[in-house]
């Protein structure tokens, strides 16, 4: 017999040995009928590599016989030549298909760690479940060359709070591979190993790029009162890396202090993109002031430091500045404009998207764009206003205004979309139109899908109206 | 500081505010208390204006205390900025997290 019967209480796990003749497999689902109190079948196809077709009729039999006796049936642990064969029979989506890593040896899982697709899940999975025989196992590993397997082996045992583990992990804050060093380091983080903040400092000043970021993280969560100072003074490092590391981890410490020192690094600081990174920084502190900052990146030269400010002013949600912002729409530097645009759709109410509406003349194609984009984050009935520039001469604009038309006012919508999917000349706007349509599903829309597929001269355009024609 | 919800045994803490070293203790000894009566928490995050690594702590030890326990926590609704801190300081890795309510009762 090459399958096994092994039952947990109300669940029966059925394993399968490599190249099971389909007599079997018949003979086994017949014997699920038999079976009584059982909530869960799984056909376990771990060791099986290939499966032949005609066997995948004694697959459907034992989901039919599961049925019967009351029992949810899955197949799991299948690999991918098993599941090209179901794919091609249709059948993956008849079958309920799982990873079930309980039926691996530890030796089994460990292995997986290679394989990234798995290492992730498999380490959670071990975690879990974790016993005195994974720890050992881990354990092994960490004496092993091989970087991947000591990756995950110290993150697993991080996830599984194994302090038991800690000596071990520490001594590989030493180790010349960045990837080990990372997940120490985080793990002696989440430990909240005070002992170790010394040694993890030292790595963060290597600058190298790899750990910097994993070392600020950790240095945040074993801060206590001195840290700040500290790490305020690697804001004048030479290395860039370095200075941005101190402003993440000063950014997660978020305590007066470290406001103080950031908010001066930005009077000082030369590079636009570190410069960036503080204004973020700045935007995640609630303290009085933040949105002066904020506005003041607003005129900055840098697209960086503009782009930044605008995200802070929508995340804080300055309202007290409504005004400069609004002001800034219509800059002769349409890139402020677009910004300024940006942090609108976050913090306008109705009343005050008239004055984004009433800018929309004034303005050049991106900030227009941006506009559009923007109401449809306020809510309100912008639809008026959405009809009367559906004729720009813009195709993202005109699609986007569809976009935001559906979503204000169907009716309206419906009446733009007809129109456009028979007469705009982009086919990027016809083809929204149709998706909207789609949606909406007009009277007469069969007949109108008719006329345009001998028509259109986009690919994509027939090709959605044929799919959408099947589907009718 | 926080709400509690049943949710069919499971409780639901809908945290609001500030998670600092201060919030983050009073949150942490109270949810604990709630395993008296629960097997499961699920914190949502909706309510959370911002947190700190203080408070990213207190959140750290809690979940300590609930695998002590042998118990669930689970976590959801999170900001853009406070989803961030969990990558950032791979905690990701270590808690469940949910982007919705549901999905975390699911």
Redesign the interface.
């Known amino acids: 017999m090459s399958y096994k019967f092994t039952r947990y209480g109300d669940f029966l796990k059925i394993m399968v040995e490599q190249d099971a003749p389909f007599k079997d497999l018949e003979d086994a689902a017949r014997e699920i009928v038999n079976l009584k109190d059982l909530k869960r079948i799984s056909l376990d196809l771990k060791n099986c590599y290939y499966i032949q077709s005609k066997a995948l009729a004694a697959l459907i039999a034992m989901k039919k016989n599961s049925i019967k006796i009351g029992a949810e049936f899955i197949v799991s642990n299948v690999c991918d030549n098993v599941y090209q064969v179901m794919e091609m029979a249709n059948l993956t989506s008849y079958f309920t298909i799982e990873e079930d890593f309980s039926s691996y040896t530890s030796d089994e899982l460990m292995e997986k760690f290679f394989q990234p697709d798995y290492a992730?899940r498999v380490?959670?999975f071990i975690a879990g479940s974790y016993s005195d025989e994974f720890r050992a196992k881990l354990l092994e590993i960490l004496e092993m060359p091989e970087p991947e397997l000591k990756f995950y082996a110290i993150?697993t045992m991080?996830?599984a709070?194994d302090y038991s583990a800690e000596e071990r992990i520490k001594k590989e804050l030493d180790s010349d591979i960045p990837l080990i060093v990372k997940a120490s380091v985080?793990v002696l983080?989440?430990f909240?190993d005070s002992g170790s903040k010394e040694k993890i400092y030292q790595v963060l000043e290597t600058g190298n790029e790899e750990v910097a970021?994993?070392a600020a993280?950790?240095i945040?969560?074993l801060?206590d009162e001195s840290d700040a100072e500290r790490l305020g003074r690697l804001l004048s490092s030479h290395s860039k890396v370095i200075r941005i590391a101190a402003i993440?981890a000063m950014t997660?410490?978020?305590?007066d202090t470290c406001f103080g020192l950031l908010k001066d690094a930005l009077d000082k600081e030369q590079e636009d993109d570190v410069k960036a990174v503080l204004i973020r920084a700045v935007s995640?502190f609630?303290k009085a002031g933040v949105s002066d900052i904020l506005i003041k990146g607003l005129d900055s030269k840098s697209i960086k430091i503009r782009e930044a400010s605008a995200g802070g002013l929508a995340?804080i949600k300055a309202k007290d500045k409504l005004e400069d912002i609004i002001s800034r729409i219509t800059d002769t530097d349409a890139w402020v404009g677009y910004f300024a645009v940006k942090a609108c759709g976050e913090i306008c109410s109705a009343t005050e998207a008239e004055r984004l509406m009433s800018s929309y003349d004034k303005v050049e194609e991106n900030v227009k764009l941006a506009i559009v984009d923007a109401l449809g984050k306020i809510p309100g009935d912008f639809s008026d206003f959405y009809m009367t520039i559906l004729d720009n001469g813009n195709e993202d604009i005109r699609k986007e205004v569809l976009s935001s038309l559906l979503h204000d006012n169907k009716e309206n919508a419906k009446e733009a979309a007809i129109n456009l999917f028979a007469n705009d000349s982009s086919w990027i706007v016809r083809y929204k139109a149709l998706e909207i349509l789609e949606q909406i599903r007009p009277e007469g829309f069969r007949d109108m899908l008719m006329a345009r597929l001998t028509v259109d001269d986009s690919k994509y355009v027939k090709d959605k109206i044929q799919a959408v024609l099947e589907e009718i | 500081m926080f709400d509690v919800q049943d949710n069919g045994g499971k409780k639901v803490v809908f945290v609001k505010g500030e998670v600092n070293a201060q919030t983050g203790s009073d949150l942490k000894k109270g949810i604990l208390e709630l395993y008296n009566s629960a097997s499961s928490v699920v914190i949502s995050f909706k309510g959370v204006v911002y947190m700190n690594s203080s408070g990213l702590r207190e959140i750290i030890d809690l979940l300590k205390s609930v695998n002590k326990l042998k118990k669930e926590l689970k976590l959801c609704e999170m900001s853009a900025d406070i989803r961030e801190m969990f990558t950032f300081t791979g905690l990701d890795k270590v808690f469940k997290i949910y982007d919705t309510q549901a999905q975390a009762l699911g």
Do not use: F, P, R, T
């Open positions: 992730d380490s959670d993150l991080g996830k709070h985080l983080g989440w909240g970021e994993a993280a950790s945040s969560l801060s993440q997660l410490i978020n305590d995640s609630n995340k």
